[in-house]
Nanobody, 123 residues
Framework: QVQLEESGGGAVQAGGSLRLSCAASGNYYSMAWFRQAPGKDREGFAA???????TYADSVKGRFTISKDNAENTLYLQMDSLKPEDTAMYYCAATYSRIHIRFLREARMYNVWGQGTQVTVSS
C-alpha cells in the first residue's frame, strides 16, 4: 500500500511556478517537504503540523508555501519564483508523532516517505 504519493513535478523556466501535491493514506500529524539534488545533501525546507504551524528554510522562505488539507489527507507545496537551484527530486514525509517546531524539518523525525517527484528549473 502506497502511504505517500507525490505529484505535480515537472520542468519550468526560472521565475515560473509549480504546485506539488502529496496524497497520504492517513491523517498524519506532522508532514514535510524535502528535496535532494545530485551530489547534495537532502534538505528539509518546509514543514507543517496538524495545527498548521509552519517552518521554512531560508532558501525558500517567501517563495514557497506549504499547506495541508486535513479532510483530504493531502499535503501541498506552492512554489513560486522558481530558480535553477531549486532543481531537485522532491519528497514528502510524514509521521503520526507530534514534533516540536524546532525539529519539524529534520529527516530523522519522519518514518514515512514518498517516492519523490522531479522538479527541473531551467535558466
Amino acid at each position: 500500500q502506497v502511504q505517500l504519493e507525490e505529484s505535480g513535478g515537472g520542468a519550468v523556466q526560472a521565475g515560473g511556478s509549480l504546485r506539488l501535491s502529496c496524497a497520504a493514506s492517513g491523517n498524519y500529524y506532522s508532514m514535510a517537504w524535502f528535496r535532494q539534488a545530485p551530489g547534495k545533501d537532502r534538505e528539509g525546507f518546509a514543514a507543517i503540523d496538524y495545527e498548521t504551524r509552519t517552518t521554512y528554510a531560508d532558501s525558500v522562505k517567501g517563495r514557497f508555501t506549504i499547506s495541508k488539507d486535513n479532510a483530504e489527507n493531502t499535503l501541498y507545496l506552492q512554489m513560486d519564483s522558481l530558480k535553477p537551484e531549486d532543481t531537485a527530486m522532491y519528497y514528502c514525509a510524514a509521521t503520526y508523532s507530534r514534533i516540536h517546531i524546532r525539529f519539524l524539518r529534520e529527516a530523522r523525525m519522519y518514518n514515512v516517505w514518498g517516492q519523490g517527484t522531479q522538479v527541473t528549473v531551467s535558466s
